[in-house]
């Protein structure tokens, strides 16, 4: 039976030999290791391989943005996201961007495997509970991603650092606010197109591509 070639996105060297040591008497083989969202971008595009292996937060492009832009070139590639956090606006953002899956790095081996046998073999590795939560989020309705809302650049700032999965008070620091300021931008942009939870609202930013 021949093995299983992944490529493994991981900034942390611990994670990245943790995954190698879990799979080594797998039919899973590691081909390459990389660190950051635009190395695992080149790599994929420039190499077969079965299945992706990407982390989410990662410097230089994160694992998102770099599954998003392998996806363009390479649409039937396999790729399972790789998280510590297990965050219902990545979870979205995954399923709206065509992951097979999102592997929390606390699974059991087992659960790794099988992920990533049913990502090889094209079908969904995504459990009935993730795509539950999401499901909400990625119903809402399509026809308001056409329509023009009115938004601030301000509020179009926040809702970016929203969608990438940022918490109010990470979306205060980075934008240098205050967190009463965050929290009543996010009201304004819930309100004004017309979702009722930050999921959604990252749903929507997704495909209006503002990330």
Same mark, same amino acid.
């Given at each position: 039976?021949? +093995?299983?070639?992944?490529?493994? %996105? !991981?900034? *942390?060297?611990? $994670? ?12 899973? &083989? ?7 969202? &635009? ?6 595009? &420039?190499?077969?391989? !079965? $299945? ?43 399923? %709206? ?7 929390? +790095?606390?699974?059991?081996?087992? *659960? ?32 308001? %991603? ?11 700032? $926040? ?16 934008? *240098?606010?205050?967190? &009463?300021?965050?929290?009543? *931008?996010?009201?304004? #942009?819930?309100?004004? #197109? ?7 609202? %990252? ?9």
């Amino acid at each position: 039976m021949s +093995k299983i070639r992944i490529l493994i %996105a !991981d900034d *942390h060297e611990v $994670v990245r030999c943790g995954l190698r040591t879990l799979l080594a008497d797998s039919d899973v &083989e590691v081909t390459a290791e990389v660190s950051t969202g &635009e190395a695992a971008v080149r790599y994929a595009l &420039e190499n077969n391989l !079965d $299945v992706v292996l990407l982390d989410i937060r990662m410097p230089n492009g994160d694992g998102l943005t770099a599954l998003g832009r392998i996806k363009l070139d390479k649409p039937e590639l396999p790729i399972l996201m790789l998280s510590t956090f297990d965050n219902p606006t990545y979870i979205a953002r995954a399923v %709206a961007l065509g992951a097979s899956g999102y592997v929390l +790095k606390g699974c059991t081996r087992d *659960h790794l495997i099988q992920s990533i046998r049913s990502a090889a073999a094209g079908e969904s590795a995504w459990t009935r509970d993730e795509l539950r939560r999401v499901t909400g989020a990625l119903a809402t309705p399509r026809l308001t %991603a056409d329509i023009e809302v009115p938004l601030t650049q301000r509020e179009s700032e $926040v809702l970016r650092q929203l969608a990438y999965g940022l918490t109010n008070k990470e979306i205060a620091q980075a934008l *240098h606010i205050s967190y &009463e300021t965050v929290k009543e *931008h996010v009201q304004h #942009i819930l309100r004004k #197109i017309g979702v009722s939870d930050r999921t959604q609202a %990252a749903v929507w930013a997704v495909r209006k591509e503002l990330v």
